[in-house]
């Protein structure tokens, strides 16, 4: 069961267009959600998260939206550039004591084209 | 300043080698420390964590096992590889709600 998802395997978005990245949850005791980007051949590196009490986290380029009632999570990338080029996944977590385990997506690959 | 090792960056097995990778981390204390798996084209799969010295936590069966024998050191193991084992290993660490990843290792069993 795979309780967070990213529909869209691919996103090919022109430069300095804005970039939506999407991902749906399942399970309503998420309260924390998170974005990485990651390359080739690399690990994964921490762009932006917001918590469930919030609808909204901006951070430059970068803003996460929440739809708690949809179970929806979007990042939006504006303008966006060829080094956004890589692979994009959400998580979530529920508070869980000391643990905070995340559960990812299986990714959106996004290419930027010049 | 915090950073993540790992090592190595590429490893190449044979079936049935033993297996040992390495994971450390500068500039923190008593982080929760995890290990991930990214098979190829799919998503990134929690193996195990541990909240501190000699406490681990297994996610899923397998073939793998664990342990943390210092505050910042974790280290992933199999006795045996299985060809199912080849993948991109990924050390991360957190003290808060967001985890922080190491460069990966790239192993192959042949």
Request: hydrophobic share 35%; proline share 6%; aromatic share 12%.
């Amino acid at each position: 069961d795979q309780q967070v998802k990213q529909n869209s395997p691919s996103l090919s978005v022109q430069e300095g267009r804005i970039s939506i990245l999407n991902c749906d949850y399942t399970n309503s005791m998420f309260d924390y959600f998170l974005w990485y980007k990651k390359y080739p051949a690399e690990g994964p590196t921490f762009l932006i998260s917001i918590s469930s009490i919030k609808d909204k986290n901006e951070d430059g380029r970068f803003t996460v939206f929440l739809n708690k009632s949809a179970k929806h999570l979007s990042l939006h990338i504006v303008p966006s550039q060829p080094g956004d080029s890589a692979v994009y996944f959400c998580a979530a977590s529920g508070y869980g004591g000391a643990t905070n385990k995340l559960i990812f997506g299986t990714g959106t690959l996004l290419a930027v084209q010049p | 300043s915090q950073t993540i090792h790992q090592w190595p960056a590429t490893l190449v097995q044979p079936v049935g080698s033993p297996l040992s990778l390495e994971c450390t981390v500068e500039g923190t204390s008593n982080p929760n420390l995890y290990w991930y798996r990214q098979a190829a084209g799919r998503g990134l799969q929690l193996l195990f964590y541990s909240v501190g010295i000699g406490q681990i936590s297994s996610e899923v069966p397998q073939n793998l096992s664990a342990s943390r024998p210092q505050d910042r050191q974790f280290i992933l193991s199999s006795k045996k590889l299985l060809l199912s084992d080849s993948g991109f290993y990924l050390c991360a660490w957190g003290t808060g709600r967001e985890q922080y990843f190491g460069p990966g290792t790239r192993l192959t069993v042949t």
